[in-house]
């Protein structure tokens, strides 16, 4: 390692201000402000081979997976966000929050849900947060970008959402068994993927809510059920948690919330699908 993984709070501000100035800055002046970053002591070749450059985004990431450690902030996880200043209370407030990731993570573990096996009874009626994973050998219907997936449980993770009442009435009545796209952006996504083509979901045509036709509908259900599998747990704070697992897992289905400069070309094709199909 020819720099550090350790800096303080106050090095960490100076870090990231110096790597936002980087992003913007000309090729010329990249080099004076990268050399003013090492002097800090922080060289990201340390933590990766990249030769795209980096970004806030990716400071950040290293401070959550715990390869950059803040040294006087609480378990040495911080939540820092671009452009954004707190007070020390809320500060302190937020790194317990982002604390709770790894219990999080280990807790959607435990509740596994087979929509091919499984029955809708092991899902509770509350509300909370899912995740949903590719089975192993599945893929997600082929676009002209490809994918770069994070592994959850050994899966790859295609999409994450929230309940705010039902888990059951949301995982598994409206996405997986639903056969109504128009209630589910999960299934409006997969659908744009394999080219189904819309149809209005209302009696009213002009509100421009859609679904696919019954035939699609239920091709759609059997892949989902075939080939996903959903992760649960039961929580009153879905929000907080809906944030940390879409920058955590960086599920590729999520356009919402999700800026991740990873599969940002396959996000932005997916959307302009969806668009068309409108």
């Avoid at 902030?73 to 007070?87: A, F």
């Avoid at 295609?158 to 997986?176: A, E, N, P, W």
């Avoid at 209005?200 to 989902?224: A, C, S, Y």
């Amino acid at each position: 390692m020819k720099g550090r993984n350790k800096f303080t709070s106050k090095e960490f501000e100076q870090i990231k201000q110096l790597v936002k100035e980087k992003v913007e800055a000309s090729s010329s002046e990249q080099k004076k402000i990268r050399d003013r970053i090492r002097r800090i002591g922080f060289y990201y070749s340390d933590f990766s081979d990249r030769k795209d450059g980096y970004t806030v985004f990716d400071l950040e990431m290293l401070v959550k997976s715990r390869k950059i450690l803040i040294t006087d902030i609480v378990d040495n996880i911080s939540p820092i966000k671009p452009n954004q200043k707190k007070s020390d209370d809320a500060f302190r407030e937020e790194v317990s929050v982002i604390n709770e990731l790894p219990q999080l993570l280990d807790n959607l573990k435990q509740n596994r849900f087979n929509p091919n096996t499984d029955k809708e009874i092991l899902i509770p009626n509350k509300p909370g947060n899912y995740v949903v994973c590719l089975k192993k050998g599945s893929e997600l219907p082929s676009t002209q970008t490809s994918v770069d997936f994070e592994l959850f449980d050994g899966l790859k993770v295609v999409y994450t959402g929230i309940s705010h009442k039902c888990l059951r009435t949301r995982d598994f009545k409206q996405h997986f068994k639903g056969n109504n796209a128009g209630r589910s952006t999960l299934r409006k996504s997969l659908g744009a993927l394999f080219g189904y083509h819309p149809i209005p979901r209302d009696r009213d045509i002009h509100n421009g809510k859609t679904k696919f036709n019954e035939v699609n509908e239920k091709q759609l259900t059997t892949w989902m059920c075939e080939n996903l599998i959903l992760y649960f747990l039961p929580s009153e704070n879905c929000h907080y948690n809906e944030d940390q697992l879409i920058a955590y897992l960086n599920p590729p289905l999520n356009l919402k919330g999700n800026s991740n400069p990873i599969n940002r070309a396959f996000r932005k094709e997916l959307s302009k699908l969806r668009t068309k199909q409108a």
